[in-house]
């Protein structure tokens, strides 16, 4: 799906050219919102005006590569908290060849397993990966990078509901999921990817990494780690580190710093009113800016009952 609005054309898309798409799948991601979040982009970077994008919470990347794909932006900036997350990123970028080279090695290996031995290749894969996240050098991409790497695009690929959850210790603690054929070897989206990437600073860091980086040229989309919207609904384990109020307020802030930069900005969260009709945080944390609801499907849930649609909030200065 394309962020470009369907009464624009795109300044850069070609249509029998692959595009970039996310790598990973990530909860929280946007791609069945980039429809409605291309309805609401600004009217400068639909005309080419603005020619640089920021994406301090990158997570997979939905709203990031649809927007390469399709508008005429020339720098990139992206980041995270999460260190698997921008190994990954920096990995594709600068060694893409390699990284396909040994996804397709474990792909050819898994497929010939039994539904029985595909077990325990998980298993053991996923050992592997938590015993060595503690001795990996995240700021080198070499070979052990490369082969980490692999790891994680292989268990995205075949845990269960490809769900990326770590637990205090940082450890990945999804289970095996039993899919029949998983891709887990996308050689033609990680090239594409790592074209998209050539020119893009790619920072381990939180939202504030941007700062240098965001003028008044430059599109920001923040999507942070939502609010929960109820005491049961708190799934952001992307990252070891929690991401509370006092996180959300902070944000806001930094929010009103790139505004006065002269930035565009957007920002997703919940709708916490989707629960409780009187909770204005939102609503005064983010006074002043246009504040729209949209539609979104809530995929992670325990209780299938509470799986639907939910009100979601985008946030812009324009």
């Not at 269960?160 to 603690?173: C, E, H, K, Q, T």
């Not at 050539?198 to 240098?212: K, L, M, V």
């Not at 916490?272 to 504040?291: K, R, V, W």
């Amino acid at each position: 799906m394309s962020l470009s609005p369907p009464h624009l054309s795109a300044p850069v898309a070609q249509e029998n050219k692959p595009k970039a798409r996310p790598f990973l799948k990530w909860a929280g991601g946007k791609g069945q919102l980039l429809g409605q979040i291309g309805q609401h982009l600004p009217t400068d970077l639909q005309e080419g005006k603005l020619t640089k994008y920021a994406e301090p919470f990158i997570g997979g990347g939905a709203v990031f590569f649809s927007l390469a794909n399709d508008f005429a932006v020339r720098e990139f900036f992206i980041s995270d908290m999460n260190a698997d997350l921008i190994l990954a990123y920096r990995t594709i970028q600068r060694h893409a060849d390699s990284l396909i080279e040994l996804l397709d090695e474990i792909q050819s290996q898994y497929l010939q397993l039994n539904a029985e031995r595909r077990k325990e290749y998980f298993y053991e894969t996923r050992r592997l990966f938590n015993q060595n996240h503690q001795r990996i050098d995240y700021s080198t991409v070499n070979q052990d990078a490369v082969l980490r790497v692999a790891r994680l695009i292989f268990l995205n690929r075949t845990c269960f509901n490809g769900l990326y959850r770590v637990n205090s210790r940082g450890d990945f603690n999804v289970p095996f999921g039993a899919y029949s054929n998983p891709k887990i070897c996308d050689a033609t989206n990680l090239h594409c990817v790592a074209g998209t990437l050539q020119n893009t600073e790619i920072h381990y860091g939180d939202f504030t990494a941007c700062r240098n980086f965001v003028d008044a040229q430059t599109f920001v989309y923040f999507d942070p780690p939502y609010r929960p919207i109820s005491d049961t609904a708190s799934f952001n384990s992307y990252a070891k580190e929690p991401f509370d109020d006092g996180e959300q307020m902070r944000l806001a802030s930094f929010y009103r710093d790139l505004d006065r930069a002269g930035a565009r900005l957007m920002l997703s969260n919940s709708d916490p009113q989707n629960e409780n009709p009187h909770d204005m945080f939102f609503a005064n944390l983010y006074a002043g800016f246009s504040i729209r609801k949209v539609l979104a499907r809530r995929a992670i849930n325990s209780n299938g009952a509470k799986r639907g649609e939910v009100t979601e909030l985008l946030i812009t200065n324009y």
